[in-house]
């Protein structure tokens, strides 16, 4: 069992940044990749970033060059650093990872981009 805990939501101005941390713990030696996911109201589930075990990321390219994923395999932890966020942006991220006993989600935190 792995247990996510999401933190750094919040409201932030157009064009501002915002940084995402999620921190694993439990059967953290599990964890293979780690995501981020975002849900915007009356829309499905996206994928926006994911890292695998080795580093090796992609984004969706409605976030590309705007969005970092980046983790810290010690300390089972998974950022995303958001910038120039604009309204689009507006959603409840999830963190998600992979591990060998199943895949595992935060409980999502809102991200509000509104002035």
């Known amino acids: 069992q792995v247990q996510l805990v999401e933190s750094g939501g919040g409201l932030v101005q157009p064009g501002g940044s915002l940084t995402l941390s999620c921190a694993a713990s439990?059967?953290?030696?599990?964890?293979?990749?780690m995501a981020w996911y975002r849900q915007a109201p009356g829309k499905q589930r996206e994928l926006v970033a994911h890292?695998?075990?080795?580093?090796?990321?992609s984004y969706a390219d409605s976030v590309k060059a705007r969005f970092t994923i980046s983790r810290d395999k010690a300390k089972a932890t998974v950022s995303l650093q958001m910038n120039s966020l604009n309204p689009e942006d507006t959603a409840v991220y999830y963190c998600?990872?992979?591990?060998?006993?199943?895949?595992?989600w935060g409980q999502g935190i809102p991200v509000t981009v509104s002035s």
């Open positions: 998600m990872v992979s591990s060998t006993s199943g895949p595992y």
């Open positions: 439990g059967s953290i030696f599990s964890i293979n990749n």
């Open positions: 890292i695998t075990s080795s580093g090796s990321t």
